[in-house]
């Protein structure tokens, strides 16, 4: 069953047990104003508490963008005080797309540039068509990545290389993303989606709430000394212990059958 809510700047898709949220402002080459940050963070909170869905695909409308940033335009009328309000909440809906419990995938369309880029970091796995140009552009609007930026880059690439491409603003393509270990893949404009499924398809096919607890430990334990991250890695693993679908690996595995996953 495919279940789909639309919006004006968002559009989410619920099939099997993927979500694909799309970011829907082609004309704007997808750019963030605060009705959008909005939309966004509604679908993330309903994605979040719904155990169907075990892999989420964020991508942008049209072919040009997957997002070009902050809404310049609507940024020219805000007030100092409006400013540092769509400032907070893209940081805070970034931030609750990266502490989604099920892995995300960034299907980069086109350019993702300034806060596009960020929501592309904020992903677990990102794949990128050729010809998008990606980067950290904020310098040279005399601000800086406000959403995470200065923070995931150099945890994803080493902080030299981060600086230099946050303190330059320099723009770079999929291959170079690619070469700073930031792609999981570069694909075809054609095979993006299918792709990107095909990666949320495996996931899928795993016990869901052993793939959650993996996704939580490697997280959370990168952000630690390695014996603390040895920690929440057993208390992952003690919280699979119990479940029904651990048995039923093993009596799938004795029987010489799929296993059968109901998040259990």
Not at 34 to 43: D, G, N, Q, R, V
Not at 136 to 162: C, D, F, H, N, Y
Not at 186 to 192: F, P, R, Y
Request: overall charge negative; glycine content about 8%.
């Amino acid at each position: 069953m495919t279940q789909s809510t639309e919006a004006k700047t968002v559009t989410f898709t619920h099939s099997g047990h993927t979500a694909v949220v799309t970011l829907n402002r082609p004309e704007q080459l997808n750019c963030f104003n605060y009705t959008m940050l909005t939309e966004l963070e509604e679908a993330v909170a309903a994605i979040r508490f719904d155990d169907q869905i075990r892999s989420v695909v964020f991508t942008g409308a049209g072919e040009k963008a997957f997002s070009a940033g902050a809404d310049l335009k609507e940024r020219r009328t805000l007030t100092e005080g409006e400013v540092r309000r769509n400032v907070r909440k893209i940081r805070e809906v970034f931030d609750a797309v990266e502490s989604l419990p099920q892995p995300t995938i960034a299907a980069v369309n086109g350019h993702a540039l300034g806060g596009g880029f960020e929501l592309m970091l904020a992903c677990d796995l990102r794949l990128a068509v050729p010809d998008a140009w990606m980067g950290l552009t904020e310098v040279s609007w005399a601000i800086i990545p406000g959403a995470g930026g200065t923070q995931r880059l150099p945890r994803l690439i080493g902080m030299t290389k981060a600086k230099e491409l946050i303190l330059t603003a320099r723009r770079f393509q999929a291959d170079e993303a690619d070469a700073l270990g930031l792609l999981n893949r570069v694909s075809t404009k054609a095979s993006l989606l299918e792709d990107a499924q095909a990666i949320a398809d495996a996931i899928g096919a795993n016990g869901p709430l052993a793939v959650r607890q993996a996704k939580m430990a490697i997280h959370h334990g990168a952000q630690t000394d390695l014996h603390t991250g040895q920690a929440i890695e057993a208390g992952a693993y003690e919280r699979i212990i119990p479940t029904e679908d651990r048995l039923e690996a093993l009596e799938a595995f004795r029987e010489k059958r799929p296993a059968r996953f109901q998040g259990r």
